[in-house]
């Protein structure tokens, strides 16, 4: 098998949350790290026991439990905004990997119930503290499973994923003013560039919240 038939194969297994909690940039990355041996098979809280298991055979590995430094496995959560707190800031919509928040600048966010991953990602941005997790009254997440409804939900999330980022790479530059001569002085940042650096912030914060939840 190829590095990238593995890698596939890997990604196949994991359940596109996005969260980072594994301490890579989402789940492909991961997969790509574990390919390499360069990650434990053990780092994927959202993945749960079966993912764990399922690592373990693809990858000829014995098991281990979760690794607590990564988190715990917790229950399926969804992200709800209380719109009448709501400030309209957008910090949200920027973290969210998957595209499932909703609003504009100085409007109303809310939350695409049946596109959020329950990655929390969006939690730790808000200045107004107007989002919280419920947990899902559907616990039946095993994402292992190739025809499970789980599996659908996560492939369909991986697709969401992917747009984002090519959403983000083909954002046009924003130019100002008298470019041209501004250019000529310094070269000017990219806006994609900005937008991937606030959202790898917003995931560094979400993860340094996670972890201080689960250690206190």
């Known amino acids: 098998m190829t590095e990238i038939a593995l ?7 994991l359940p596109q949350t996005q969260c980072t909690q594994c301490g890579y940039a989402g789940c492909r990355p991961y997969a790509e790290a574990l390919a390499r041996g360069d990650a434990g098979i053990n780092q ?3 993945g749960g026991e ?3 298991h399922a690592l373990a055979t693809l990858l000829n590995q014995p ?6 430094a990564h988190g715990a496995i917790r229950p399926k959560m969804l992200a709800l905004i209380d719109e009448a707190i709501c400030i309209g800031c957008t910090l949200c919509i920027k973290a969210c990997p998957v595209d499932a928040i909703l609003g504009a600048h100085k409007q109303m966010h809310t939350v695409i119930t049946a596109e959020c991953t329950g990655c929390e990602l969006c939690v730790a941005p808000c200045p107004v503290d107007c989002i919280s997790m419920q947990p899902l009254t559907n616990q039946e997440w095993d994402y ?3 025809t499970s409804l789980a599996r659908q939900v996560a492939d369909k999330a991986r697709t969401r994923y992917q747009h984002r ?3 983000l790479d083909n954002m046009p530059l924003k130019r100002p003013l008298a470019a041209t ?7 000017s940042v990219s806006t994609v560039e900005a937008k991937k650096a606030a959202l790898a912030a917003a995931m560094a914060r979400a993860r340094a919240q996670r972890q201080a ?4």
């Open 7 to 13: 890698v596939d194969h890997i990604d196949a297994i």
């Open 44 to 46: 994927c809280p959202p």
């Open 50 to 52: 079966s993912g764990i």
């Open 63 to 68: 098991y281990q439990p979760l690794n607590p």
């Open 144 to 146: 292992t499973q190739p």
């Open 165 to 167: 980022l090519q959403r």
């Open 181 to 187: 001569r501004i250019e000529a002085e310094q070269p």
């Open 213 to 216: 939840t689960t250690t206190s």
